[in-house]
């Protein structure tokens, strides 16, 4: 039962920092080659990448913040991950750039001749147009930033011994901040995701990708948590109670999702309005209407059914498993949200570039060996000392 | 506990004021049933709601007598008033269901004290809302066609149809909120039992307490069969105001047909209901002296839940506003335009003034420590959220694609004799109950007395409030 | 404490729970079945007439056709109910002194209505059209049963909706050619479920079920 | 005192719920049904007559050959439209209906009805009703003749026209040679 | 039957939950196994430590799958097979205006066979119980915690599990008369 030698976290997330630096390089490098060979092809799948990556930190940012504000433990157990999921936030900026500078290869409504020709277009211009839309992103970046630097010297002073006075800062940053979050995200997936589809409008968009944020925070320090739990510094320390908390919270926010995403759907389902439907027409037919499917089956069924069992979201290799498997469900779900949109018709075959990959790899490799970095700088957890009384009352 | 060093939300206050055994909770919550003397305000306040009966009775009496032609509803308004009612009462009783489940789920212990009275609150809600449907059907005796049974019409309702689904939801919700109520009350009817005096109301209670005597086994079936029905009414409270929101939402008026109300009606309904729980709140723990149950660290919880749920409805009228422009669609413009400037326009602004504005006072914890500005907040917000409904279902209704069938909207006296009748139903109701039930839940509360000898209360964790001993080593 | 129950009610209590749940599925399935009884629906039950017409007289005794009262069932919505004067195209010359008939006389001289008890009558929602239902094969008897074999009529069918869509919804099981509509003993030709369908294409039969078929 | 107040209660209370269950508003609307009663108009019946000078659509009768039988005051003995095999079959079934019961199926007169008690009609194979132009027959059909009463009321102008034909194509089948029939015919009834 | 003993068991009383803990783990130990606790709040740990796990769990999970089947059961019925109505072009099978009330069915099931089968399994209504016999255990819902040794136990005598009982250190060990 007892590991004689103790086997201690950070050493392995050295390691898995070090591949990561390396797969992220190699990945970008084949994203450049992308970029060279097929400009077009490589920003519309450089931006799936990079909203997948960027719902971690920004994740972290908010579900940090709801910590802050309503307590419970489950937050203690991953809050590490999430302050130093927050401070990869500028890397994030800069991953941003190719979008900037790619927006003509994404957005149909950069196209004058296009706008020229759609009294839509033009009417939409006042926000739809490419200065907006940088100065926005600058805004986003500039809100999410700042927060996460503001959370971030709260919690500092909070570990340096700060006491209730640096929590009560905390949470008063929390407020503001959850607002201004929620804001931003609902902006910034308009501004980046739904124009690309110009026409087209749902008021729920910002919270379905503010939702698939939470869950893949969610899902992404489950695993971690279940990679460090039985090695120094988490072992003892992270309880099944926590692990059940956790077990709890993704379950949750997996219904979120399927809430969010029917809600939408059956709405503009019963209206069949024209100007609505072609959205999710181009994703319900053909190969992309076999990868929704999938995503009811396996974004939403089987985690639902295998989550509803108590013992399952108390073990913690099992619940990170899940987690696994849904950081994968997350990227097929923004593929499906945003592949479709560059097909044209309401028949678009399916149309997956391989850059995909490189940049997934290359965003992520690189953002993983930042993070691992960031994480090593601070205390690997902030659970308190494994203490008798709580080891006896989590056995029940 | 209390004595441990704070572990609270913000305030730190205790959710049980020091000093109780099993023995004093037990004690002082069955006295206020059991009790001979009943407060004079009781009776007043049980008059002055048999009035709003009265009303009530002499408004549907007037309405079946006479038809649908005593309301203002008309073409093109024809939702008017029983809509508007209907979905500001079936809101309100969401905070019933959310403070016993939601919180009973994530542990918030601060819950117990409240959740009785707040589960009563959602069944006499769900009563009055149900009033309104019912009689808008127009012929209230054969409101039994909604449901699927056999019958000589060899058809069935219509199941494409969201106001359908609003049946099965409302009556699901009501039976479901129903069970729930009753099972948390069985161990505290036994307790009355027990403590009752004369043998009629012994049998009474004991009749109703079907025989419970807190056996080992049965509190573990009944612990699970508890938790699991809290795991089941969470998500249905979310489904019950989503499919109100569908309602609209899945018809194409403009105004209505928005992909952002399910949850913003979800949260819109937090709003209100946690508001009516304060505004019952208030009053009641001062005229029955349960300041040490219904403490100051409620109303400060409360406070914060409506101000956050506040928040999220703001952030759907938000986005309705903006993407009325960003559409670009003519019809979806001209609704915001009109719901702003147009005749109806002095409502939304209300509105915007009741549900943002006012409530941001909530940030300051000076405010929400002052239960005086409480008070007047929850009821700000009451009436906010009823204009809501009314701005959505008129403004919405009263000019749509048809110009020349515009027309303006004016309830009428009756209109307004029922809704004040149901008010006073559920006050009524509310009177018999805080007389004759255990208003607060007599054995969760046992469960906060410290060392009830299950085992010693642990340390809170660092900025965990919630997980309190009781919580993980009780629930299943 | 002391008992405050006899241990019978242990009994009571379980049974009556149970019971109760059998009580309230009990009455619904009651009321259904009352709903549908001739009770209700008067089907199969006579009706007094001001006048005792049989039409199991006139009709089998006779030979006389629907049509020659029923004048506008081929063209009408409305079958139409005689006039008086139809009656005295006999009962001009024949019966003339019968005390049975004295209100038809007394119709006719005072060029008054006899107030006939509606048999067969639809709710005013209903928009029921005699014409087209012959035109498309329906017989009288399917609705309206063996006529030429009641002394006095009756209904022979609730005519709940249920009955209507029962037709409407399978009309294969109850077509007959347009020839023998007017025929009270009809018997097919070929088995039914060989004849009906093929009917049910060669007349256009659509059997339509939506609300507007009926209610306008 | 309290018992009849009870009572009086119980009996309120079951007489709304009876009146509310028994309720048929939509079943019996305020509006006229074919040959309704009626309370609005003097003669209690919702079907009105037409009032004089009034000519319900469709009903001009402006071809006095079609609707009477007569060009200038007198019968004629044509057909107002082409008779065809169509237009017998038509006037075979209207004949059955509305003639056979007196007259029988072969026009003798010897019908159901005049075997109870009818007063009995001329057989249709006389010879004054042979050589009546068509006309009369439809001057007959149309405004009755001795104790037969007018069938205007329930056969239209062009059945009538039909039955007429029919009666011809009756009367000459009774009265055929063998010279009448089709040449295949006469080779059939020969060999008998 | 006769019941073998005069009495329906012994009754302890103890002043706290932890003293009740401890003595029904002893008398588990001593080899009593039909046994019964009453305490004023819920201690899980207390029917655990009489050998007891509740199955209500997957009562309801089947009552909830019954609900589901029966909900889109229902619709799928009635509006494909029964009733096929064409509602502004959509399919007969409207499986997505569907889900609403099979989720409602589904919840309103399972709740349904929570509470039922809790109350099923424990032998819910029951006003008449042996155990109300003792004028004491009125407390047992205000501030007392109670243990109870069965005579249905294989191992129950009138005299030694009465001297097993007092042993135990609670406040009283009284008779239950059947």
Same mark, same amino acid.
């Given at each position: 039962?007892?590991?004689?030698?103790?086997?201690?976290?950070?050493?392995?997330?050295?390691?898995?920092?070090?591949?990561?630096?390396?797969?992220?390089?190699?990945?970008?490098?084949?994203?450049?080659?992308?970029?060279?060979?097929?400009?077009?092809?490589?920003?519309?799948?450089?931006?799936?990448?990079?909203?997948?990556?960027?719902?971690?930190?920004?994740?972290?940012?908010?579900?940090?913040?709801?910590?802050?504000?309503?307590?419970?433990?489950?937050?203690?157990?991953?809050?590490?991950?999430?302050?130093?999921?927050?401070?990869?936030?500028?890397?994030?900026?800069?991953?941003?750039?190719?979008?900037?500078?790619?927006?003509?290869?994404?957005?149909?409504?950069?196209?004058?001749?296009?706008?020229?020709?759609?009294?839509?277009?033009?009417?939409?211009?006042?926000?739809?147009?490419?200065?907006?839309?940088?100065?926005?992103?600058?805004?986003?970046?500039?809100?999410?930033?700042?927060?996460?630097?503001?959370?971030?010297?709260?919690?500092?002073?909070?570990?340096?011994?700060?006491?209730?006075?640096?929590?009560?800062?905390?949470?008063?940053?929390?407020?503001?901040?959850?607002?201004?979050?929620?804001?931003?995200?609902?902006?910034?997936?308009?501004?980046?995701?739904?124009?690309?589809?110009?026409?087209?409008?749902?008021?729920?968009?910002?919270?379905?990708?503010?939702?698939?944020?939470?869950?893949?925070?969610?899902?992404?320090?489950?695993?971690?948590?279940?990679?460090?739990?039985?090695?120094?510094?988490?072992?003892?320390?992270?309880?099944?109670?926590?692990?059940?908390?956790?077990?709890?919270?993704?379950?949750?926010?997996?219904?979120?999702?399927?809430?969010?995403?029917?809600?939408?759907?059956?709405?503009?389902?019963?209206?069949?309005?024209?100007?609505?439907?072609?959205?999710?027409?181009?994703?319900?037919?053909?190969?992309?209407?076999?990868?929704?499917?999938?995503?009811?089956?396996?974004?939403?069924?089987?985690?639902?059914?295998?989550?509803?069992?108590?013992?399952?979201?108390?073990?913690?290799?099992?619940?990170?498993?899940?987690?696994?498997?849904?950081?994968?469900?997350?990227?097929?779900?923004?593929?499906?949200?945003?592949?479709?949109?560059?097909?044209?018709?309401?028949?678009?075959?399916?149309?997956?570039?391989?850059?995909?990959?490189?940049?997934?790899?290359?965003?992520?490799?690189?953002?993983?060996?930042?993070?691992?970095?960031?994480?090593?700088?601070?205390?690997?957890?902030?659970?308190?000392?494994?203490?008798?009384?709580?080891?006896?009352?989590?056995?029940? | 506990?209390?004595?441990?060093?704070?572990?609270?939300?913000?305030?730190?206050?205790?959710?049980?004021?020091?000093?109780?055994?099993?023995?004093?909770?037990?004690?002082?919550?069955?006295?206020?049933?059991?009790?001979?003397?009943?407060?004079?305000?009781?009776?007043?306040?049980?008059?002055?709601?048999?009035?709003?009966?009265?009303?009530?009775?002499?408004?549907?009496?007037?309405?079946?007598?006479?038809?649908?032609?005593?309301?203002?509803?008309?073409?093109?308004?024809?939702?008017?008033?029983?809509?508007?009612?209907?979905?500001?009462?079936?809101?309100?009783?969401?905070?019933?269901?959310?403070?016993?489940?939601?919180?009973?789920?994530?542990?918030?212990?601060?819950?117990?004290?409240?959740?009785?009275?707040? !589960?009563?609150?959602?069944?006499?809600?769900?009563?009055?809302?149900?009033?309104?449907?019912?009689?808008?059907?127009?012929?209230?005796?054969?409101?039994?066609?909604?449901?699927?049974?056999?019958?000589?019409?060899?058809?069935?309702?219509?199941?494409?149809?969201?106001?359908?689904?609003?049946?099965?939801?409302?009556?699901?919700?009501?039976?479901?909120?129903?069970?729930?109520?009753?099972?948390?009350?069985?161990?505290?009817?036994?307790?009355?039992?027990?403590?009752?005096?004369?043998?009629?109301?012994?049998?009474?209670?004991?009749?109703?307490?079907?025989?419970?005597?807190?056996?080992?086994?049965?509190?573990?079936?009944?612990?699970?069969?508890?938790?699991?029905?809290?795991?089941?009414?969470?998500?249905?409270?979310?489904?019950?105001?989503?499919?109100?929101?569908?309602?609209?939402?899945?018809?194409?008026?403009?105004?209505?047909?928005?992909?952002?109300?399910?949850?913003?009606?979800?949260?819109?309904?937090?709003?209100?209901?946690?508001?009516?729980?304060?505004?019952?709140?208030?009053?009641?723990?001062?005229?029955?002296?349960?300041?040490?149950?219904?403490?100051?660290?409620?109303?400060?919880?409360?406070?914060?839940?409506?101000?956050?749920?506040?928040?999220?409805?703001?952030?759907?009228?938000?986005?309705?506003?903006?993407?009325?422009?960003?559409?670009?669609?003519?019809?979806?413009?001209?609704?915001?335009?009109?719901?702003?400037?147009?005749?109806?326009?002095?409502?939304?602004?209300?509105?915007?003034?009741?549900?943002?504005?006012?409530?941001?006072?909530?940030?300051?914890?000076?405010?929400?420590?002052?239960?005086?500005?409480?008070?007047?907040?929850?009821?700000?917000?009451?009436?906010?959220?009823?204009? !809501?409904?009314?701005?959505?279902?008129?403004?919405?209704?009263?000019?749509?694609?048809?110009?020349?069938?515009?027309?303006?909207?004016?309830?009428?006296?009756?209109?307004?004799?029922?809704?004040?009748?149901?008010?006073?139903?559920?006050?009524?109701?509310?009177?018999?109950?805080?007389?004759?039930?255990?208003?607060?839940?007599?054995?969760?509360?046992?469960?906060?007395?410290?060392?009830?000898?299950?085992?010693?209360?642990?340390?809170?964790?660092?900025?965990?409030?919630?997980?309190?001993?009781?919580?993980?080593?009780?629930?299943? | 404490?002391?008992?405050?129950?006899?241990?019978?009610?242990?009994?009571?209590?379980?049974?009556?729970?149970?019971?109760?749940?059998?009580?309230?599925?009990?009455?619904?399935?009651?009321?259904?079945?009352?709903?549908?009884?001739?009770?209700?629906?008067?089907?199969?039950?006579?009706?007094?007439?001001?006048?005792?017409?049989?039409?199991?007289?006139?009709?089998?005794?006779?030979?006389?056709?629907?049509?020659?009262?029923?004048?506008?069932?081929?063209?009408?919505?409305?079958?139409?109910?005689?006039?008086?004067?139809?009656?005295?195209?006999?009962?001009?010359?024949?019966?003339?002194?019968?005390?049975?008939?004295?209100?038809?006389?007394?119709?006719?001289?005072?060029?008054?209505?006899?107030?006939?008890?509606?048999?067969?009558?639809?709710?005013?929602?209903?928009?029921?059209?005699?014409?087209?239902?012959?035109?498309?094969?329906?017989?009288?008897?399917?609705?309206?049963?063996?006529?030429?074999?009641?002394?006095?009529?009756?209904?022979?069918?609730?005519?709940?909706?249920?009955?209507?869509?029962?037709?409407?919804?399978?009309?294969?099981?109850?077509?007959?050619?347009?020839?023998?509509?007017?025929?009270?003993?009809?018997?097919?030709?070929?088995?039914?479920? !060989?004849?009906?369908?093929?009917?049910?294409?060669?007349?256009?039969?659509?059997?339509?079920?939506?609300?507007?078929?009926?209610?306008? | 005192?309290?018992?009849?107040?009870?009572?009086?209660?119980?009996?309120?209370?079951?007489?709304?719920?009876?009146?509310?269950?028994?309720?048929?508003?939509?079943?019996?609307?305020?509006?006229?049904?074919?040959?309704?009663?009626?309370?609005?108009?003097?003669?209690?019946?919702?079907?009105?007559?037409?009032?004089?000078?009034?000519?319900?659509?469709?009903?001009?009768?402006?071809?006095?050959?079609?609707?009477?039988?007569?060009?200038?005051?007198?019968?004629?003995?044509?057909? =107002?439209?082409?008779?065809?095999?169509?237009?017998?079959?038509?006037?075979?079934?209207?004949?059955?209906?509305?003639?056979?019961?007196?007259?029988?199926?072969?026009?003798?007169?010897?019908?159901?009805?005049?075997?109870?008690?009818?007063?009995?009609?001329?057989?249709?194979?006389?010879?004054?009703?042979?050589?009546?132009?068509?006309?009369?027959?439809?001057?007959?059909?149309?405004?009755?003749?001795?104790?037969?009463?007018?069938?205007?009321?329930?056969?239209?102008?062009?059945?009538?026209?039909?039955?007429?034909?029919?009666?011809?194509?009756?009367?000459?089948?009774?009265?055929?040679?063998?010279?009448?029939?089709?040449?295949?015919?006469?080779?059939?009834?020969?060999?008998? | 039957?006769?019941?073998?003993?005069?009495?329906?068991?012994?009754?302890?009383?103890?002043?706290?939950?932890?003293?009740?803990?401890?003595?029904?783990?002893?008398?588990?130990?001593?080899?009593?196994?039909?046994?019964?606790?009453?305490?004023?709040?819920?201690?899980?740990?207390?029917?655990?430590?009489?050998?007891?796990?509740?199955?209500?769990?997957?009562?309801?999970?089947?009552?909830?799958?019954?609900?589901?089947?029966?909900?889109?059961?229902?619709?799928?019925?009635?509006?494909?097979?029964?009733?096929?109505?064409?509602?502004?072009?959509?399919?007969?099978?409207?499986?997505?205006?569907?889900?609403?009330?099979?989720?409602?069915?589904?919840?309103?099931?399972?709740?349904?066979?929570?509470?039922?089968?809790?109350?099923?399994?424990?032998?819910?209504?029951?006003?008449?119980?042996?155990?109300?016999?003792?004028?004491?255990?009125?407390?047992?819902?205000?501030?007392?915690?109670?243990?109870?040794?069965?005579?249905?136990?294989?191992?129950?005598?009138?005299?030694?599990?009465?001297?097993?009982?007092?042993?135990?250190?609670?406040?009283?060990?009284?008779?239950? =008369?059947?």
């Amino acid at each position: 039962m007892n590991t004689p030698v103790a086997i201690d976290f950070g050493q392995r997330l050295e390691r898995w920092r070090n591949v990561a630096f390396v797969v992220g390089a190699l990945g970008l490098a084949a994203s450049g080659y992308a970029w060279f060979s097929d400009r077009t092809e490589f920003t519309r799948m450089w931006l799936i990448a990079f909203l997948y990556w960027l719902a971690i930190p920004l994740g972290s940012l908010a579900l940090s913040m709801l910590h802050y504000l309503t307590g419970g433990g489950w937050g203690l157990a991953i809050q590490r991950w999430m302050q130093a999921a927050m401070r990869t936030l500028p890397l994030l900026a800069l991953f941003f750039v190719p979008i900037a500078l790619g927006m003509h290869e994404l957005y149909e409504w950069t196209h004058a001749d296009v706008v020229a020709k759609d009294e839509l277009l033009q009417f939409k211009a006042p926000y739809l147009n490419s200065t907006g839309f940088l100065v926005r992103a600058g805004v986003f970046f500039a809100v999410w930033i700042g927060l996460a630097a503001l959370l971030g010297a709260g919690a500092k002073r909070f570990d340096a011994g700060g006491g209730e006075g640096a929590l009560v800062r905390l949470r008063t940053i929390s407020g503001p901040g959850l607002v201004l979050y929620f804001l931003a995200m609902t902006f910034a997936a308009i501004d980046w995701a739904m124009s690309i589809e110009p026409h087209w409008f749902s008021t729920i968009y910002g919270v379905v990708f503010i939702i698939g944020q939470g869950l893949a925070t969610l899902a992404f320090t489950i695993l971690l948590s279940s990679q460090a739990a039985d090695s120094a510094p988490l072992k003892g320390r992270l309880l099944p109670v926590h692990v059940h908390d956790l077990g709890k919270l993704m379950f949750a926010f997996v219904l979120l999702w399927a809430y969010v995403n029917y809600s939408q759907f059956v709405i503009i389902w019963s209206a069949n309005l024209a100007e609505e439907t072609p959205w999710y027409l181009k994703r319900m037919h053909g190969a992309w209407g076999a990868v929704a499917i999938t995503l009811i089956a396996l974004h939403f069924a089987l985690p639902f059914l295998v989550l509803l069992s108590k013992t399952v979201k108390r073990n913690t290799k099992l619940l990170g498993g899940i987690a696994a498997f849904m950081l994968l469900m997350r990227l097929v779900d923004l593929v499906w949200y945003i592949g479709p949109a560059f097909g044209h018709g309401t028949h678009a075959p399916m149309h997956v570039h391989w850059s995909l990959a490189t940049s997934f790899v290359g965003i992520g490799g690189i953002w993983f060996g930042v993070f691992a970095t960031q994480l090593k700088n601070r205390p690997l957890t902030s659970l308190p000392e494994p203490d008798p009384h709580a080891m006896a009352a989590a056995h029940h | 506990m209390s004595s441990a060093k704070p572990t609270g939300a913000a305030s730190g206050a205790p959710v049980i004021g020091p000093g109780h055994s099993l023995a004093s909770v037990t004690d002082q919550i069955s006295k206020i049933v059991l009790s001979r003397q009943t407060p004079t305000g009781w009776f007043i306040g049980l008059g002055v709601a048999m009035l709003g009966v009265g009303v009530l009775i002499t408004a549907i009496g007037w309405l079946l007598w006479w038809g649908l032609g005593v309301w203002g509803i008309n073409q093109p308004v024809g939702w008017g008033f029983a809509i508007i009612n209907f979905v500001w009462w079936i809101g309100i009783g969401h905070a019933g269901t959310l403070i016993s489940a939601i919180l009973l789920l994530l542990k918030q212990e601060w819950r117990t004290s409240i959740n009785r009275f707040a !589960e009563a609150m959602t069944l006499f809600a769900v009563m009055c809302a149900g009033v309104f449907p019912l009689l808008h059907v127009g012929r209230p005796w054969l409101a039994y066609w909604l449901l699927p049974y056999p019958n000589t019409m060899g058809m069935w309702p219509q199941f494409r149809s969201p106001l359908l689904w609003d049946v099965f939801a409302v009556s699901t919700y009501a039976t479901v909120s129903a069970l729930f109520w009753y099972v948390g009350l069985i161990p505290d009817l036994a307790t009355l039992r027990d403590r009752a005096k004369s043998l009629v109301w012994k049998r009474i209670y004991g009749a109703l307490a079907l025989g419970w005597r807190g056996a080992a086994r049965h509190w573990e079936r009944y612990e699970t069969a508890y938790g699991l029905l809290a795991g089941l009414a969470t998500p249905l409270v979310v489904s019950v105001h989503t499919v109100v929101s569908f309602d609209f939402a899945v018809s194409v008026i403009p105004g209505w047909h928005a992909t952002i109300m399910p949850p913003y009606f979800v949260a819109g309904a937090i709003f209100s209901g946690f508001a009516m729980v304060l505004t019952l709140a208030i009053p009641i723990r001062r005229i029955f002296g349960l300041e040490d149950f219904i403490t100051m660290k409620h109303l400060d919880n409360m406070a914060k839940v409506i101000l956050a749920t506040g928040m999220i409805v703001c952030y759907g009228y938000a986005m309705e506003a903006f993407f009325a422009w960003y559409s670009g669609s003519p019809y979806e413009r001209y609704m915001i335009v009109n719901r702003m400037l147009g005749p109806y326009g002095w409502s939304y602004w209300a509105l915007i003034t009741c549900n943002l504005l006012v409530p941001q006072l909530l940030w300051s914890s000076a405010v929400r420590r002052n239960i005086a500005a409480l008070f007047a907040i929850a009821i700000v917000v009451n009436v906010g959220m009823w204009l !809501e409904r009314f701005v959505i279902v008129v403004t919405s209704l009263h000019r749509d694609y048809l110009p020349s069938s515009w027309g303006m909207y004016y309830p009428t006296v009756w209109d307004w004799a029922l809704y004040i009748g149901t008010i006073g139903l559920f006050f009524f109701l509310l009177f018999l109950f805080i007389r004759f039930l255990p208003m607060i839940s007599i054995f969760e509360m046992r469960t906060l007395v410290p060392a009830t000898g299950e085992e010693p209360p642990k340390k809170g964790l660092h900025i965990a409030a919630s997980a309190g001993p009781s919580g993980e080593a009780r629930r299943p | 404490m002391a008992q405050i129950f006899h241990p019978s009610t242990n009994t009571l209590s379980k049974v009556s729970i149970f019971g109760g749940v059998f009580f309230v599925f009990g009455a619904l399935w009651l009321a259904s079945e009352i709903n549908r009884s001739s009770y209700v629906t008067q089907a199969g039950v006579v009706r007094a007439q001001p006048v005792a017409f049989g039409h199991k007289h006139h009709v089998a005794g006779l030979g006389i056709d629907c049509r020659y009262c029923h004048t506008s069932v081929e063209e009408a919505a409305f079958a139409g109910i005689p006039s008086t004067k139809t009656c005295m195209t006999c009962h001009s010359q024949i019966w003339t002194e019968a005390p049975m008939l004295e209100p038809v006389r007394a119709a006719f001289r005072e060029d008054a209505s006899i107030p006939w008890t509606r048999v067969h009558d639809l709710p005013d929602f209903a928009y029921f059209d005699h014409s087209i239902h012959l035109a498309k094969g329906i017989g009288c008897q399917s609705c309206h049963g063996q006529v030429d074999q009641m002394p006095l009529a009756w209904r022979e069918h609730s005519l709940n909706m249920e009955w209507c869509l029962s037709c409407h919804r399978e009309p294969e099981k109850h077509v007959r050619p347009p020839s023998e509509v007017f025929n009270m003993n009809y018997v097919p030709e070929r088995p039914q479920s !060989e004849l009906g369908p093929e009917l049910v294409r060669q007349l256009h039969i659509q059997g339509r079920t939506n609300c507007s078929a009926c209610h306008r | 005192m309290r018992a009849t107040l009870s009572i009086r209660s119980v009996a309120m209370a079951l007489a709304l719920c009876g009146a509310s269950a028994c309720r048929q508003d939509m079943h019996d609307q305020p509006k006229g049904e074919p040959m309704e009663a009626s309370v609005f108009f003097a003669d209690g019946r919702v079907a009105r007559p037409l009032l004089d000078g009034v000519v319900a659509r469709g009903e001009l009768d402006l071809d006095p050959h079609l609707h009477t039988g007569k060009v200038g005051g007198q019968l004629v003995d044509t057909f =107002p439209f082409a008779i065809d095999a169509a237009a017998l079959t038509r006037g075979r079934e209207r004949y059955g209906i509305f003639c056979a019961p007196c007259h029988d199926a072969a026009g003798l007169g010897e019908g159901m009805i005049v075997q109870r008690g009818m007063k009995r009609p001329p057989s249709l194979h006389i010879d004054r009703l042979r050589q009546a132009p068509a006309g009369y027959l439809f001057d007959v059909i149309t405004n009755g003749y001795g104790a037969m009463y007018d069938y205007s009321d329930r056969i239209r102008p062009e059945d009538r026209w039909k039955i007429v034909a029919y009666i011809r194509a009756l009367q000459l089948s009774q009265n055929a040679t063998l010279a009448d029939a089709p040449a295949q015919e006469r080779a059939r009834l020969e060999a008998q | 039957m006769k019941p073998k003993f005069p009495i329906y068991g012994y009754l302890a009383e103890f002043h706290d939950g932890a003293e009740l803990l401890a003595a029904a783990k002893s008398s588990r130990a001593a080899g009593y196994t039909v046994m019964e606790a009453y305490t004023p709040v819920p201690m899980e740990e207390v029917a655990h430590t009489l050998g007891f796990r509740t199955s209500l769990p997957w009562i309801v999970l089947a009552g909830g799958v019954l609900g589901a089947c029966v909900g889109f059961g229902l619709q799928y019925w009635t509006s494909v097979i029964d009733y096929p109505m064409n509602i502004g072009g959509r399919p007969m099978n409207s499986w997505p205006s569907f889900i609403v009330v099979t989720f409602e069915m589904t919840i309103l099931f399972a709740a349904a066979s929570a509470v039922l089968g809790m109350l099923w399994l424990n032998g819910l209504p029951q006003p008449y119980h042996p155990v109300f016999n003792v004028p004491a255990f009125e407390l047992a819902s205000r501030n007392r915690f109670f243990l109870m040794i069965l005579s249905r136990d294989p191992q129950f005598d009138m005299a030694g599990t009465k001297s097993f009982m007092d042993g135990l250190g609670g406040l009283s060990v009284k008779e239950v =008369p059947h």
